[in-house]
Structure formats: structure tokens, C-alpha cells
């Protein structure tokens, strides 16, 4: 390739790169619009925590963080550096995330700061290893599996018939033999 067609596909790259992250940002302020003209209407405009479930036992080095949230008036999220509109679930991975992170929830002029710690107590150790056995003895047997179907089948018969033997069925009739009975007989 030649050197002009490399930095007119490198600037095309940056132009359409540039273009969807202006979108994105576009995006993500109309969402923020929609969610603050629904909250202006409402009579209480205070963010309030629904829920917010997470686990702090058996994290492991390199575990995922489940955090199930809720909150009522939220417009947007932020978990540390990363900005969300995500209302309710947000999986993080602890090898490439904080082990100490605020949770900020921004509302209508407002905001709310949670603290949030995750201590890796356990590991899991990863390292290769090998078995041995010892005092183990095993034969090996060879069987053949035998032929179940026979390659070549040949038949002196020019016109083979095959005669099929009547069947007959009878159907005897089914009676059933109840007693009528009241209802003191049922109890």
C-alpha cells in the first residue's frame, strides 16, 4: 500500500470513529433528557434506594461482582470511572476493576454516593500439575467386535414372495361392576 491511501484510510477510521462517539454522547444525554422530563412531573424528585445487592463472600483475585440495583428517580449512574444508564444489574470483573469503588446515582439536581469494597479473601491456585499412580496394574484385552450385518447376501430365487399369515383379533366386551352408594356410606 501506498503511503497516501494509509493515511486516508487512517483519517477515515478517526472521521467514522469520531462520529460514533459523538452519537453515543448524543445518545446518552437524550436518554438523560427523557428520564429527567419523567421526573420533573412527579411529586417526589428524591432519589431513593429501592435495592442494592451485592456479595462480599468467597471473592476470589480474579472473580466477578454481581451488583443488583435499584433506585427510584435515578437519571444516571457512575461505578468509579464508568458512567452507566443500566437501572438494575452491572457485572464488573475484580482482575480489571477497583477493589473500592463509590457507586454515585446523579437524580434531578441531586446526588447520592455509595460506598462500595470487595476484598479478595481467596485464590485459586492455576499452576499446572501432573498425577501419578502408583501400584496400579491394568490388562488390556483385545476383543473383536463381531459383524452384525453379513456383506453379501445372495438368493437363488428369481422372484421372491413373501406370504403373509391372517391375523385375526376378537374383542371381548369390558363390563364394570359397580355399587351405587350414598354419601354416609362414603364417609
Known amino acids: 500500500m501506498f503511503p497516501d491511501k ?3 484510510n487512517k483519517s ?7 462520529f460514533t462517539l459523538v452519537f453515543k454522547k448524543l ?12 421526573i420533573l412531573f ?4 428524591e432519589i ?10 468467597y471473592i476470589f483475585d480474579n472473580s466477578l ?5 435499584r433506585f427510584r428517580n435515578g437519571l444516571w449512574y457512575r461505578f468509579g470511572k464508568h458512567k452507566t444508564l443500566e437501572k438494575e444489574i452491572k457485572i464488573f470483573n475484580l482482575k480489571n476493576f477497583d477493589t473500592e469503588f463509590d457507586l454515585v446515582v446523579y437524580g434531578f439536581f441531586q446526588r447520592k454516593v455509595f460506598k462500595l ?16 499412580l502408583s501400584n496400579l496394574s491394568l490388562e488390556i484385552v483385545e476383543k473383536t467386535i463381531p459383524a452384525l450385518i453379513q456383506p453379501n447376501l445372495f438368493s437363488n430365487i428369481r422372484k421372491p414372495s413373501l406370504v403373509a399369515s391372517k391375523i385375526k383379533v376378537t374383542n371381548k366386551p ?5 355399587n351405587t352408594y350414598n354419601q354416609n356410606e362414603f364417609i
Open 174 to 178: 369390558i363390563i364394570i361392576n359397580n
Open 42 to 45: 412527579r411529586k417526589s424528585k
Open 12 to 18: 477515515k477510521d478517526l472521521v467514522s470513529h469520531y
Open 6 to 8: 494509509l493515511l486516508i
Open 48 to 57: 431513593e434506594l429501592l435495592y442494592l445487592n451485592y456479595s462480599t463472600e
Open 65 to 69: 461482582i454481581i451488583i443488583n440495583y
Open 27 to 38: 445518545q446518552f444525554i437524550l436518554i438523560i433528557v427523557g428520564r429527567f422530563l419523567k
Open 117 to 132: 469494597k470487595f476484598e479478595p479473601q481467596l485464590t485459586i491456585n492455576t499452576q499446572r500439575f501432573k498425577t501419578s
